[in-house]
Each structure stands twice: as structure tokens, then as C-alpha cells.
């Protein structure tokens, strides 16, 4: 038999072994989420980008080149009057045969012009857009008096010319009431107002609306009770 002998140290591989840390599983790393896409403009905003651009770019090509601080009411007035040439509306001369017809039978040689519609409504987007690229308002040359004075003529002129006259759009107004309804009111409130103790303090008034009384009115019994009592008396006497 084998005679137990006394345990020896561990081996160097076991203890290596015992020793390793165990590796622990790492996810793999999530995708972020997709910014948002930036948002949409609007149909306005995006037109009055695009026409702001425009405008900067005719003062850049202008001769002599001008910048936007020098920029007045008679510069704005020469940028619509150059986009004359880009208009898709007859505008009838004076000296035409068609001029004044609305609806004209055969064409002219009349010269297209811009609507003015269409000029008013820019200048309104690039009086907007000269005060959001932080300009003061003081100095906005679209907002000028000259140029408000040539939208009117050529509101005046074209309106003439093509034989539609101009109507300024109305603000809708609540209905006025019936005259009969007027008056029930108005009967109403002077009954609500009379003062109380009248012999007529406690009816009603035409619209139905009980006028406002501290003491209540005697009703047909109370007053005929009150008669009938008073016979008796009378009779004593």
C-alpha cells in the first residue's frame, strides 16, 4: 500500500486558472437615432427667402454696384419697374382700342406688365423680410411713402386700363338686429330701469323679460280681497 503522503502546493496552471477574471459579454453599441429632419418651411416663408435673394442679387448687378444700407424708396421703385419685363398681364396704352375692355376680342400689341397684385404682395414680403435680417424698421425702404404712392397708381392705371375697377376687400360686420327686435330690447332694459311702485311695476315687458322689483306687485285675488274688505267699512260709516 501507498502510504499517504502530504499534499503539495497547487500547480502553476491551476492557480493561473483560478486567478483568470472572467470575461463578461459586452453588447455591441445601439445605432443612434436619426436626427429629425429640419422642418419644412412654409409656402410664404419659402417665397419670401427667394425673393429677399432676388432683390440682394439686383443690388449686386446694379451699376453703380449698391449696397442694401444705401438702398431708398426710389431704388425699390426701379427694382419692380424691372420686373416689368418678366409680367404676364396685358396692360392696355392709352392710345389702344381695346383699352378699358375687360375682356378685349382680338389681341395688341400692348406690353405686359406685372399685376399689381402681385407687386403689392412682395413688397409686403420684402418689407417682412428687411426687418427679420435685423434692420430697423425706421430705415425699411420698402416701407417708404414713394413706394406706397406707385403701388397706388399702378393700382389706379391698370384698373383702368383693363376695365376692372378695383374693390377693396370689406370686413365682414355682425348683422345689425330687426328693428322689431331693437325695440324689445330697448323696452326691456327702460322696464328693467323703471323704478319699482308703479301700478305696472311687477309685469312683463314686450320681449318677455320680468322687470326687476324688491316688492312683489298684489295679485288679482290680494287686490280684490283688499276691495271686498273695504266695502263693509265704507258702509259703517
Known sequence: MDSPGTAGPPSSSAAGDAQQPVALAVA??????????PQQLSRYESQKRRDWNTFLQYLRNHRPPLTLARCSGAH???????????????VHASGCAHYGQPSPPAPCPCPLRQAWGSLDALIGRLRAAYEESGHAPESNPFAARAVRIYLRE????QAKARGIPYEKKKRKRTPALPAGAAGEGASSSSAAAAVPGRGEGGEQSGSGTTAASPLPSPTGAQAEGSSVAAAPSTSRV
Open 28 to 37: 455591441p453599441p445601439q445605432p443612434q437615432p436619426m436626427p429629425p429632419p
Open 76 to 90: 425699390v421703385i426701379e427694382f419692380l419697374k424691372y420686373l416689368d419685363q418678366f409680367g404676364k398681364t396685358k
Open 154 to 157: 399702378v393700382r389706379d392705371g
